[in-house]
């Protein structure tokens, strides 16, 4: 019973048919991220089908999509898979598993974070505030060292105008 | 003619040289980006779970600004923009139930009235291909150029509308318009990592590989491309592709702005291409370019 719960919960939020999936695999075969992923896309829909929450909630899989929705395209059942992975995701984070990939969360965070500051991205402090959440130093602080240096990145961030507005829909979505 | 502009967070700081070129390119084509007076960030990714609509409060209060201006229009260069305004867009239109919540959330009335239009849309529909190539002043004869789309400006395709899936003219016609060879390129619409660069690099590293030494391969003298987030990836991994495989020909990567800009007589000087880790000046002086 709880196996058909997780499918129908999924298909309802993410409103794909994934009961239809047949395993034909179109969609691991386009996949650039496939090869890194513990599970490729045609098993997290086989996983759904059957039920099997815990892994998928603590797969590397959900975190290592990047929602180019080129299964989604070629799929013959209409199923997009990029929609199913953010269904997995978040309820990843509602229901307080860890997530297999930190860092990307961290990194989505300092994003939001930005433009609740500033109401726009600004680089530089998002890139920042990313390494202090991940106390990770080294690695791509050369990406943002580098972007500094050839001029692409300005040192400080340039404000939306109407900041109090964006400061009340965050708060009134309670992110 | 005169559209709202959106120009987007990254073309004021990373992509400043997309949004310049873009710009005096269009100016010299006799149309005119006005700017948003005040914009916000465009949330730079679509939200797909179906009861979440925070991420669409953004990109709707842009399209609502961009009516209350009187706007029926609103043109975007970066693809990640197109992409999230045009799908947010698709939303409001279609979908009553959370275009209420959406537009009850932040307080504003819209119905999906204004039309996203990417830049490139612009040069096809408004100005068209043929009239284009007449304002040409340096056709770019000999130049082999690999149109490099990605993912967001293409996909998905029902609700982004620009061209087909699997094999894509627009940028080739518009590369053909100014005088260079389009290459056959089946790389064109792979995945180059997109953020993924942030936290495993060589995931980055890898797709960029396969999709520049496809271009390569096939001739190509350089790379364009219309998101700040591939042209990133695609230049600056480059080093990092050579060092795991030295046989590895570096590429240019450029702004679709940038070519349009030299072939309508700017001058390679002005366009910011020190910012380019390959830099393409070379090439561009043996092509007679720059």
């Not at chain 1, 919960?9 to 794909?16: H, L």
């Not at chain 1, 990939?101 to 994003?111: C, G, I, L, Q, Y």
């Not at chain 1, 050369?142 to 964006?166: E, M």
């Amino acid at each position: 019973m709880a196996q058909q719960n997780f499918l129908a919960e999924v298909m309802a939020a993410s409103g794909q048919p994934i009961n239809l999936c047949y395993q034909c695999r179109k969609c691991t075969l386009g996949c650039p991220m496939a090869e890194e992923f513990d599970f490729p896309p045609n098993m997290v829909m086989r996983m759904v089908q059957l039920g099997m929450k815990d892994e998928l909630l603590r797969s590397k899989a959900i975190w290592m999509c990047v929602s180019c929705e080129t299964c989604g395209t070629r799929c013959p059942n209409g199923i997009k898979t990029a929609p199913v992975m953010d269904v997995l995701r978040e309820a990843c984070l509602r229901e307080g598993v860890t997530p297999a990939d930190p860092v990307t969360v961290d990194f989505h965070r300092s994003f939001t974070d930005s433009i609740r500051k500033f109401g726009r991205v600004h680089e530089a402090t998002m890139l920042l505030s990313y390494k202090l959440k991940t106390k990770n130093f080294t690695g791509d602080l050369d990406v943002g060292l580098k972007l500094f240096l050839r001029g692409k990145i300005p040192l400080l961030p340039k404000k939306a105008k109407n900041l109090n507005k964006i400061k009340d829909i965050f708060k009134k979505s309670d992110l | 003619m005169k559209y709202p502009y959106f120009p987007g967070c990254t073309l004021y700081t990373k992509a400043k040289k997309l949004d310049d070129a873009g710009r005096e390119c269009s100016r010299r084509l006799g149309f005119e980006l006005d700017e948003l007076p005040d914009w916000t960030c465009c949330g730079a990714t679509f939200p797909l779970v179906n009861d979440y609509h925070i991420a669409m409060s953004g990109p709707t209060r842009i399209l609502a600004d961009t009516k209350d201006q009187g706007g029926s229009q609103l043109v975007t260069l970066c693809s990640v923009c197109f992409n999230v305004l045009k799908r947010t867009n698709v939303v409001m239109r279609t979908d009553e139930e959370r275009r209420q919540k959406i537009t009850d959330f932040i307080e504003r009335d819209y119905h999906g009235e204004v039309e996203v239009l990417h830049y490139l849309q612009v040069l096809r529909d408004e100005i068209g291909f043929e009239q284009l190539r007449e304002k040409v002043v340096k056709p770019l004869t000999d130049l082999k150029v690999a149109c490099y789309y990605g993912c967001l400006l293409l996909r998905p395709v029902k609700e982004i509308g620009l061209d087909v899936m699997e094999n894509p003219t627009i940028f080739e016609d518009f590369v053909r318009a100014l005088g260079a060879e389009p290459v056959d390129f089946p790389y064109k619409i792979e995945c180059c990592g997109a953020f993924q660069v942030v936290h495993s690099m060589e995931t980055a590293t890898r797709c960029s590989r396969d999709i520049l030494a496809n271009a390569r391969l096939n001739g190509a003298d350089l790379v364009i491309t219309t998101c700040p987030l591939c042209h990133f990836n695609l230049d600056d991994r480059q080093p990092e592709i050579r060092k795991g495989d030295p046989r590895f020909q570096t590429v240019p990567v450029l702004y679709f702005t940038q070519l349009l800009a030299l072939a309508l007589g700017l001058d390679a000087a002005e366009l910011g291409f020190e910012r380019n880790l390959i830099d393409p000046l070379p090439l561009l002086r043996e092509k007679g370019l720059a």
